[in-house]
């Protein structure tokens, strides 16, 4: 497993070909951090991203508005909606695959085990590297079966033990089984669902610490979508994973936390989407404390 505190940076005080990693991993741990590596019960979960009253906009439009939330390590945190709220676009700014939408622009900050992620001295691929993202359509490579899940350690340089690395992704995706003879048949005759465990096969080859996943079962039949939350269920613990979903069944399945988003009127009366609430999927699901969480979850709106 990468250690997921050293995000690679270029240090602007070193020689341009330096590059420094930050390793809070090896520094003493202190407050939460070592209480909970002693043991105690009740130490505060470490927090992998730390967003702090972020707002995205697309040119003069504003997405989302002010939004403060954390996610902690090794859980299922759900993002949940209406539509337009502004859940793919909070996705995206967390590995900055935003970036190449040219209108976008986003303030406050969004710390990654205490890194600024839009800080101009990260290393955006390490960033890509370390937190990996499924979109809500499959997307294979139109090559092999082998080849989707080998490109990306071939392109960082992690040559050694293919086979197995390959083998192994499958295997943590839930796909090994189905494909395991056909490995060199092209990955666009798999179904739907399986290219989805594709997707997700080929995120998890280079061992990333994040996987983001936007809506990943919304294209899939209801077979397909179990598998894909049965595959949660077994990643959970392993990987520190955000999910977009609509689907409310599927966040009250699946997640640890559920935050749930909304569109609300800004001051100049346009609608823009913006955080309510973050708690226990079972809180946010029985006793929310806003009435807006609980009007949508009880279906009276969206
Ligand atoms: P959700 O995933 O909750 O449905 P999105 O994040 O996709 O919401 O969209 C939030 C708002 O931002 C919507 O009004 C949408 O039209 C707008 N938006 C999303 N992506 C872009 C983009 N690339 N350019 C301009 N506006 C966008
Ligand atoms: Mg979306």
New binding site residues.
């Given amino acids: 497993m990468s250690n997921p505190d050293s995000i690679s940076r270029l240090d602007p005080t070193a020689p341009p070909t330096r590059r420094v990693r930050i390793q809070s991993e090896t520094a003493p741990r202190t407050g939460a951090a070592a209480s909970e590596a002693q043991g105690h019960r009740f130490a505060a979960p470490e927090i992998v991203f730390d967003a702090k009253n972020v707002s995205v906009f ?2 003069s ?1 504003e ?1 989302l508005n002010g939004v403060s939330l954390g996610v902690r390590r090794g859980e299922i945190t759900a993002l949940i ?1 209406p ?8 996705l995206r700014s967390l590995n900055r695959m935003n970036d190449s ?1 040219p ?2 622009r986003i303030e406050g900050q969004i710390l990654y085990h205490g890194h600024d992620i839009y800080g101009g001295n990260v290393d955006q691929v390490e960033v890509r590297r370390r937190i990996g993202m499924v979109f809500q359509k499959p997307n294979p490579f139109p090559k092999s079966i082998y080849d989707n899940i080998a490109w990306a350690p071939r392109n960082l340089g992690l040559k050694k033990d293919l086979d197995d690395r390959v083998e192994k992704a499958l295997r943590g995706a839930a796909l090994w089984n189905e494909v395991k003879d056909r490995l060199k048949d092209s990955a666009l005759g798999l179904s739907g669902g399986q290219q989805q465990r594709l997707c997700i096969a080929r995120a998890i080859a280079i061992e990333p610490d994040v996987l983001l996943l936007d809506e990943p079962a919304s294209a899939l039949d209801p077979i397909a979508t179990g598998a894909i939350e049965d595959l949660m269920h077994s990643l959970k613990g392993r990987f520190t994973i955000v999910i ?1 979903t609509h689907n409310m069944q599927q966040a009250a399945r699946v997640a640890d936390r559920t935050a749930f ?1 909304s569109l609300e009127s800004s001051s100049d009366a346009r609608s823009v ?1 913006t955080l309510i609430e973050l708690d226990d999927t079972e809180t946010i699901f029985s006793h929310p404390r806003d009435p807006r969480t609980r009007d949508y979850v009880t279906g009276r709106f969206g």
């Fill in positions: 697309y040119g439009k997405a909606g539509s337009g709220c502004g859940k793919t676009t909070f939408v209108s976008f977009v988003f989407g």
